[in-house]
């Protein structure tokens, strides 16, 4: 899925989600819907929109992290099929396929409708100007000139090899902070809500209760910190290697 | 079967197991309601969900310590087939006699060495036959096909592979350990969750809920609700943990297993309280 059909869905989705927090806002507002049963409404829906973004920033991140992240396999794949004398289009077509990477199938399904890579890449890639971009353009440049792009890309390999070393490390802390502070996010946030809620309840603070509901927040919180957790662990990891 | 419709088998178990336990709860008498949303019932849906999950759990485990393996061994398979090239062997008996030194190769190019002489091709018998599994893995067969397609050409590339091959490995490890790291950590925060929880529902909640405080008054409904969400969050926390887990090292469920062990020693002392095996909040009060 592109970029382009990620951000529709995604505001599809928010445009969705605001406007049932806003209906049951109005509800509530005018008596229709007790109010607290109305602001619960609200309050979930708000999580909805909250996750759906998250899940969308991720997703982005991973398209071209998950590139960056397989750029060794490219560079090691482009450097044994030009090695074999494949061209370049068919070098692409083939890692497309070996890796499932979209950004490269998109790349060769303008190559072969007659526009050169620099095009098809610009064409793909956009205004995006990360690291994966140059590493990928600088790698399909050295290939197209033979030779001596050949002993470019052994060394380049190698860079990146030397890079990732380095990388690896810093990226696993990173990961464990952020597994850290989901855990306690979803561990001890429901809790936390489930504690203060029941003593509101004892306090007589909400009138109108509703369990299921409350175990159901609980839960969607929960869960909701678990799958971002997913997210998060699949676009780090796929940064240094995947 | 493919190795994809087995996998979307087994995650169809923990559904199925959810909805014959409804249908059995139906049947009974016992009602959809208790359970799923009393706490005596949310603790066997809880039970059959984790226990549910294991299969596809134990199928990833296995799948991937098996693919692991080879990953591992990729760089000494090449190192073994290029001394076999340099003795002066065929690329195809190289192959072979790379396959008898490397343990996790050896079936599998035992098996491909067989059908190669039945006089099929390489290629073809590695796309139909060789599960890949793993990107390294996907590589090493693509460049094994390529070197038998090219040949001599490539013969020079294979010690560089290999020196690739093995710091990917490296790599590979290092993301490992992170994961068994974060592994540990989500273990030891689940636990103490569930004894923590058990504490606060069973002492500090239970006493407002019955004793009935001048304060605060907590109904039973409100207790029942508390329970139930906690229990399934222990469900979610295992299960999502899980793959979050093995998200890290780049699988799919390779620690579904250990974190859905975990999962079931954190819902036992829920358990043992809430069927009154332990009387907890007695124990407090007679203090």
Known sequence: MSKEELRSQLVALL????????????????????????????????????????IYRAKVAEEFGALGGRMIYIYLFMRMYFLAGLTPADAIRKIAEHLDLEVLRRIYKYMIVGHSFTEASNRVFGDYRGEPRMLFENLMNSGVFGVGGLQYMK??????????????????????????????????????????????????????????????????????????????????SSEVIS | MKEKHLRMLLALIPGTAVLALIAVAVYTGYGARNILFTARGAVITSYVVMAAFLPLGLYEYARFRYYRRME??????????????????????????????????????S????????????RDVVDREVPRGTTPLKLLWEYLVLLSEVGEELFASISEYSLFFSKISEFRR????????????????????????????????????????????????????????????????SVLGGFTVSRIGGERAYYLPHMLAMGFASLTPFALVIYDVVNLAGFVSSL
């Open chain 1, 15 to 54: 445009v969705v989600f605001f406007g049932l927090a806003g209906f049951f806002a109005v509800l509530g507002f005018f008596g229709v819907l007790p109010w607290s049963f109305s602001l619960m409404m609200v309050l979930t829906f708000m999580i909805c929109n909250l996750a759906v973004t998250l």
């Open chain 2, 72 to 109: 591992h061994d990729a760089a000494r398979f090449l190192s073994t087939l290029e001394a076999s090239i340099i003795a002066g062997l065929p690329f195809f008996e190289a192959f072979y006699r790379a396959g008898e030194y490397i343990s996790s190769f050896r079936r599998v190019v």
């Open chain 2, 111 to 122: 098996d491909v060495y067989k059908r190669l002489i039945m006089g099929e091709r390489f």
């Open chain 1, 155 to 236: 060394d380049a390999t190698n860079t990146l090899l030397h890079e990732l070393d380095k990388k690896v490390e810093k990226v696993s802390v990173e990961i464990l902070n952020g597994v850290q502070m989901l855990a306690v996010l979803g561990t001890f946030a429901p809790l936390t809500i489930a504690v203060i809620g029941a003593a509101l309840m004892g306090l007589g603070v909400f009138g109108i209760f509703n369990p299921v509901f409350m175990a159901l927040l609980c839960l969607g919180i929960s869960g909701l910190a678990f799958s971002y957790g997913i997210y998060y662990a699949m676009s780090k």
């Open chain 2, 174 to 237: 290092a993301l490992e350990t992170a994961a068994r790291q974060a592994l540990v950590l989500m273990a030891l925060m689940l636990f103490s969750f569930s004894i923590m929880l058990v504490l606060v529902v069973h002492v500090f909640l239970y006493e407002m809920a019955t004793a009935g405080w001048e304060i605060i008054k907590i109904s039973p409904e409100v207790m029942n609700a508390i329970e139930v969400a906690f229990i399934y969050i222990i469900v979610v926390q």
